[in-house]
């Protein structure tokens, strides 16, 4: 296993235009989140699953955001109608679920969002 | 809800010299703690992770950290720096129990090693 893979790693779009984004976690994994990291700053959760339900989403994620995980394996993050303040990076996490115990989260490469 | 501020955005220091990062988490439940490093152009990569037991917790790459539950704070150290340690450090926590794990990042310190 290669670790959590992002596509791309970089993505320069206009605004107003959408943008989808592809994570492939770690296999086994059922836990996979979507974290936003700008510039200078630490990363903020937006959303995770366990296997392809979303449980949890941030105020963050704007009607604008919507994440899938149709078979509990991949996840893809779109954003609609991007504008200058999407620009950052988005990182993607998996890990295990394990009864009763923190697990770590690997992260992916992440994908930078250029708004133009 | 929990908070964490990282007090340095930046430390500069020498080759072969010590380092410490420091970190202070607010919240109103038991947390476990984490340390995470960025390379450039990279994703998170987990230096290590206080669960539970012993406060001092050691972790890869020569890096260690002490959680002090009274002060609220989980700083990390490294007896001797190298010029490969050039990158940004995030502390991280995440609630005892809660379901999924989520993670709470600081804003970050970026240390620069100088030879």
């Known amino acids: 296993d290669t670790g959590v893979s992002q596509d791309p790693r970089h993505k320069i779009t206009k605004r107003g235009q959408n943008v989808t984004f592809r994570c492939d976690p770690i296999?086994?994994?059922?836990?996979l989140y979507w974290y936003r990291q700008t510039l200078g700053q630490g990363p903020e959760f937006l959303t995770y699953f366990q296997n392809e339900a979303q449980l949890e989403k941030s105020r963050l994620l704007s009607d604008r955001f919507s994440a899938e995980r149709p078979k509990g394996s991949f996840s893809t993050l779109e954003i609609q109608r991007t504008e200058q303040g999407d620009s950052a990076m988005y990182l993607c996490a998996s890990s295990p679920v394990t009864q009763g115990a923190n697990t770590e989260a690997f992260f992916g490469q992440g994908t930078r969002l250029t708004v133009v | 809800a929990q908070s964490v501020t990282q007090l340095d955005s930046q430390v500069p220091v020498f080759e072969e010299a010590p380092v410490e990062l420091r970190c202070n988490y607010s919240s109103s439940v038991s947390v476990y703690l984490f340390w995470y490093v960025q390379y450039p152009n990279q994703g998170l990569q987990l230096l290590l992770k206080?669960?539970?037991?012993?406060?001092l917790v050691k972790g890869i790459n020569g890096f260690e950290a002490e959680f002090n539950k009274s002060q609220t704070s989980f700083h990390l150290r490294k007896p001797s720096v190298h010029i490969s340690d050039t990158a940004e450090y995030f502390c991280?926590?995440?609630?005892?129990?809660?379901?999924?794990?989520?993670?709470?990042f600081g804003g970050g310190t970026r240390v620069l090693v100088k030879p």
């Open positions: 991280a926590v995440s609630e005892l129990w809660a379901a999924g794990n989520k993670l709470t």
């Open positions: 296999s086994e994994h059922n836990r």
């Open positions: 206080y669960l539970s037991g012993s406060t």
